[in-house]
Structures are given as C-alpha cells and as structure tokens.
C-alpha cells in the first residue's frame, strides 16, 4: 500500500504559476506509476497528467498540454505538477494518485489517492 500526501496548491492570479507536490510513503515508489486528476465544483474528477514508473514516459489532458509538467524524483518518492500560464478554468481541488499497473488516463486504473489540494485562479 502506498499513501499520497498532496501540497503547493494555493490562489494565484491567471498568467501566474503553481507548482504541486505529492509525496508518497509505503511500498516502494518507483512500483506505481503516478497521475494527477483535478475536480472542479460540480464536475467528475479529470485526469490532467500522468508519468510512467521509469518516468520515461508522459501522458496529458488536451487541455493542459504545453502549459503542464509532470515529473518524478524517485530518490524523493515524490511527484510534481508545474502549473503555468494558469487560467480560471484550472480551478480544482487536484489530486494525486497511483497505480500497480500500467500508466493510463482513467481513474479506475488508480488504487490508491490523495487528499487533495486546492488550485484556484483568479481572473
């Protein structure tokens, strides 16, 4: 088992820039492959980004490609999220997440989540 602790969200002006932080504790790190999903008001919960075991490989919502990083630091057992050129609709709690199996885009291929942090972005 593996527990997420999300940090970094925060209120930010549009144009601006965050940067999200999860750590994980338990089994081994570099076993799951991570993702990040947000949840606005209302809405499902999306998948935003995702980084393979290796951290080889990236995956990203359309909505946030060229805007988003994802990365890892395997010696941290932590993952990251560089939110930059920040608009409204990137207002969510966003969440981490990770998964046994292969990367992917759908929530149910996660086991395991965080608690969440809150992003919002003013106008």
């Known amino acids: 088992q593996v527990q997420l602790v999300e940090s970094g969200g925060g209120l930010v002006q549009a144009g601006g820039s965050l940067r999200l932080s999860c750590a994980a504790s338990g089994r081994t790190f570099s076993s799951y492959a991570m993702g990040w999903f947000r949840q606005a008001p209302g809405k499902e919960r999306d998948f935003v980004a995702a980084?393979?075991?290796?951290?080889?490989?990236?995956q990203y919502a359309d909505s946030v490609k060229g805007r988003f990083t994802i990365s890892r630091d395997s010696a941290k057992n932590a993952v990251y999220l560089q939110l930059n050129s920040l608009k409204p609709e990137d207002t969510a709690v966003y969440y981490c997440a990770a998964t046994g199996t292969r990367v992917g885009t759908g929530r149910g291929v996660y086991e395991y989540w965080g608690q969440g942090t809150q992003v919002t972005v003013s106008s």
């Open positions: 980084i393979s075991r290796s951290g080889g490989s990236t």
